[in-house]
């Protein structure tokens, strides 16, 4: 069922910020790993600080420890690519492969698992001294997560298809019934069994009225350039055709063929209901 404007436009509010959230983390990211390389280039060629409370390279978030260096650029690496995967998944691109392969952040799912893995990767990135544009980023990323995750719990796995645009161009158009775009309060005509006239003289004019099922339907059909052809027979060829039906059946006379219209003839049993 389609959902209210008030709903589809929210959720569509929402959705705009976890893209904005998820591409200021990932510009963040790669600024704060680029710095972390320089700091680690510029720690090689000073002197080694005597002050041993330092647990991190200056300038930096590279523990200082043994293959430090190399953990914290992977860190960031795993970063990026989550924000990656995640930035994906919001623009529903390619929606099939996580329909497939990562289901909870497929079509079939809700907003909550998209809104833990923003707060995760948003709360890893605080717990760590960084510059002000990745703690801002950080922190709205943080944020956005906290609210998908409860659009999550109030909408659960209906909050995407509430705000799919194709969903909602198409939610209206959802019925099982066949649909009549005219006006079919008031008729203008009704046809007669063969002839097809209006009902009044007011609609002789009107063109849009049917010709029935006579010689003027067959007419009109032809300058149309469709062609007329009699029916198949109902009664497969190897069987005899039957004279009657029995003593509680129709007993039915076949239509007589002679001009362009149909004529059919049926006489019931006496007893017949």
């Known amino acids: 069922m389609p959902s209210s404007p008030h709903v589809f ?13 998820l591409l200021l983390a990932f510009a963040s990211s ?5 710095s972390d390389i320089r700091a680690v280039n510029r720690s090689q060629h000073e002197p080694p600080s005597s002050d041993g409370a330092c647990g991190y390279i200056g300038g930096s978030t590279v523990p200082n420890q043994p293959a430090g260096v190399f953990w914290a650029v992977v860190n960031r690496l795993f970063i990026i690519f989550q924000l990656v995967f995640l930035l ?15 289901p909870v952040l497929g079509s079939q799912f809700g907003l909550g698992p998209l809104g833990i893995f923003q707060g995760l990767i948003g709360a890893t990135i605080l717990s760590h001294h960084v510059d002000k544009f990745t703690l801002v980023s ?6 956005v997560g906290c609210l998908n995750i409860t659009l999550g719990l109030v ?12 969903a909602w161009r198409e939610g209206g158009n959802d019925s099982t019934l ?3 775009s005219g006006d079919i ?10 002839g097809g006239k209006p009902a009044d003289a007011s609609d002789r004019g009107d063109r849009s009225s049917g010709f029935g099922f006579g010689s003027q339907g067959e007419k009109q059909a032809g300058l149309k350039g469709f062609v007329i052809t009699k029916p198949g027979e109902a009664v497969p060829q190897h069987a005899p055709r039957p004279a009657s039906l029995g003593s509680s059946f129709y007993s039915v006379v076949e239509p007589k063929t002679t001009g362009p219209e149909y004529t059919s003839t049926f006489r019931s ?5």
């Open 178 to 180: 066949p649909m009549h």
């Open 138 to 143: 950080a922190f709205f990323l943080f944020s």
């Open 30 to 34: 790669i600024v704060a790993m680029v």
């Open 88 to 102: 994906l998944s919001e623009i529903s691109w390619p929606m099939a492969f996580f329909d497939r392969f990562f």
């Open 185 to 194: 309060s008031t008729p203008k005509f009704r046809p007669s069994l063969f």
């Open 269 to 273: 049993n006496p007893t017949a209901i």
């Open 155 to 166: 909408f659960r796995e209906l909050a995407k298809s509430k705000r799919s645009i194709r």
């Open 9 to 21: 436009y929210g959720l569509s509010a929402v959705r705009a910020l976890s893209v904005v959230a």
